[in-house]
Every structure is written in C-alpha cells, then in structure tokens.
C-alpha cells in the first residue's frame, strides 16, 4: 500500500477547517499557491515543507487505498457537497475529506490484514 506520509493527513484536515484553499500557481506548476495569502506561520512552514505531496496530490487526485478510508472520502465529501461548499481539488472540504481518508488509511495499514 502507497500512502502519502503520515502527517499530511492532519495538516490537510487543519488547514480546510481553517479555511485553507490550496492550488498549484498558474504560471509556474511546481510552485503551491494558498488562499489565504497570509498564513500562521506553523501552517505555511508545514505546507511548504508537503509541498511535493501536496501538488501530487493536486495533479493527481487521491484514490483511497482500502474499503475504510474510500468510505471515509466520500462521505466527508458528500457532507461538504451537503453544506453548500465546494469539494473540488484543493477547496477546504476537500483538504478535510482527503486528510481524513488518509488518516483512516494509516490506521488501517496499522491494523493489518
């Protein structure tokens, strides 16, 4: 199982409930562009630090990698979607459904087969 390193999870649960939104920058694709432009500096510093991760993640969308974690995603989405806020790629409800599934992954990877 390939899974995005462990703290990236709870950075990006931390960053959509704090409003957080986060996209590549349009004229240079390897560079992370957020909303807003002034961060905490314990968030920026964390984001740059998963930058790598972050744009594949981004680019390349997450596929959940069990039953748990795929039911975790879609149902944080759906309660998003619910709420009226967007679920596209790097939008606060998004940071929180794929930091959580990733959270749910680990833990099951923890737990084993």
Do not use: C
Request: no cysteine.
């Amino acid at each position: 199982m390939n899974l995005p390193p462990r703290p990236l999870g709870a950075l990006l649960v931390e960053a959509g409930v704090a409003g957080v939104e986060v996209s590549s920058h349009p004229s240079a694709p390897d560079r992370l562009r957020h909303r807003p432009s002034e961060l905490p500096t314990h968030l920026a510093a964390r984001l740059g630090f998963y930058k790598d991760d972050l744009l594949r993640l981004l680019n390349t969308g997450f596929m959940a990698p069990d039953p748990e974690s795929a039911y975790v995603l879609g149902e944080r989405l759906g309660v998003a979607q619910e709420l009226g806020m967007s679920t596209e790629p790097g939008s606060p409800g998004w940071l929180v459904a794929v930091g959580e599934a990733i959270e749910t992954a680990w833990k099951e990877a923890e737990i084993g087969p």
